[in-house]
């Protein structure tokens, strides 16, 4: 006979399972490049809307932050608004490098934000090659 897990275990089983998910697309995406982890559940066409997301998130943290130039965040939510769009994946990343690459070399950038607009394009052309 067997018993069943308490309720709080399996919850934090399933935490477990999502955090380690994310660990492996985070370190998939701007750390290693690894396959993406069994726990996720996501099929090809998924995957790439999952990356494409993760990258508008991190867009968004780049553009909220006050200490980066208008002109950069003004870029920045501008590939945004083109990775929200309905065209073709290819069309959208393309869109969104070209936007973002016009001021990644912007001389009153904080290198933080220098660092994360790297990031940002690296994961941009990563989806682009898949």
Known sequence: MQTRMPAAVEKAGLLYKLFECNLTAFRLHYI?????????????????????????ELINNVAEDTSVPKN??????????????????STKVGSA?????AV??????PMHARTQIWTILSALESIKTQ
């Open 72 to 89: 950069i965040r003004r870029a920045l939510v501008e590939a945004r608004e083109r990775l929200k769009t309905n065209d073709e994946l």
């Open 32 to 56: 290693l490049p690894l396959e993406p982890h069994e726990a996720c559940d996501t099929g090809a066409g998924g995957e790439m809307e999952k990356n494409v997301a993760e990258v508008v």
């Open 97 to 101: 490098v070209y936007s973002i690459e």
């Open 104 to 109: 990644s070399e912007d001389i009153n950038m």
